[in-house]
Every structure is written in C-alpha cells, then in structure tokens.
C-alpha cells in the first residue's frame, strides 16, 4: 500500500514538472545510431503540441503535449504484425496500425522500428506524416 501511495504521488510530481514517464527501449547496432539521428531531426511541435520531457530521459525518447503524442524509437518488431500484414505508407515510410491498441503505430523502416501512440485528440494521419519525413531521413533507401 504504501509503495502505491508513493508511486502516485511520483507520478503526480511528475505531472506537475511536465514531464512523461516513458520507458525508453535499449535500441543496438544500427537501430541505435539510426536514433540517435532521429533524436535531432524531430520537430518541436505535433499537431499543435509543443515538445515535452520524459522521464527517464533517453535519446530514443520524444514526447509532446502531456504525452498526448510519445516516440519510441528502437523497439522490437511488433508481435502482433504478420508478414502479410499491410502497411499503411506515409512519405515513404511503412506504418502498421495495431489492430488491438487503436492509438498505437509502428513505423517499420529496417534497421530499425520506431513506435508512436496517438491519443484520439489528435489527427493520427497528419501526426504520421509529420514523423514520416524525419523517419526516412534515418533510414537506408
């Protein structure tokens, strides 16, 4: 009980500083380097939220809003996409919608696959397109 009630009240000072929590996944090799070059091409603003701060903080981590919108860049190919899956393209970049969490997508751009959720208050296509152009700049042609 009290480890609860302590784990609220972090999450509540978190809140209050504006920062996310997020767990950042551990990308290697080339998905690493991959996003750590990511990191510096995203833009400041997403679909009218402006960037924020993660907790822990990590280069494989970007978030806007309140956490409205979070990137995850490096995690591992998604369970649930078959091979016969269809991916949604967005300025050239694959994106598979999870059929059973509505406002998480996956870019899948070899070395490396970079996650995004969504909340419904925002316009996921345009907030895809926006990650699209960063993303295939990260990414062997």
Do not use: N
């Not at 009240?9 to 929590?21: E, I, K």
């Not at 309140?66 to 694959?94: F, K, N, S």
Request: net charge negative.
């Amino acid at each position: 009980m009290r480890a609860a009630a302590l784990s609220m009240l972090l999450l509540l000072a978190l809140a209050a500083c504006g920062a996310v929590q997020v767990e950042p996944p551990t990308p290697r090799g080339e998905a690493a380097t991959a996003c750590q070059r990511l990191s510096g091409l995203l833009p400041r603003t997403l679909d009218g939220a402006g960037r924020g701060t993660s907790v822990p903080e990590s280069p494989y981590v970007a978030v806007w809003g309140d956490g409205e919108i979070a990137l995850r860049c490096g995690v591992p190919r998604p369970a649930r996409m078959a091979p016969t899956d269809q991916l949604q393209e967005i300025d050239g970049v694959g994106w598979f919608a999870d059929p059973d969490k509505p406002t998480l997508y996956t870019a899948v751009a070899a070395p490396l696959y970079v996650e995004a959720t969504i909340a419904g208050t925002h316009v996921a296509p345009q907030v895809l397109a926006d990650l699209s152009g960063p993303i295939s700049q990260v990414t062997p042609k």
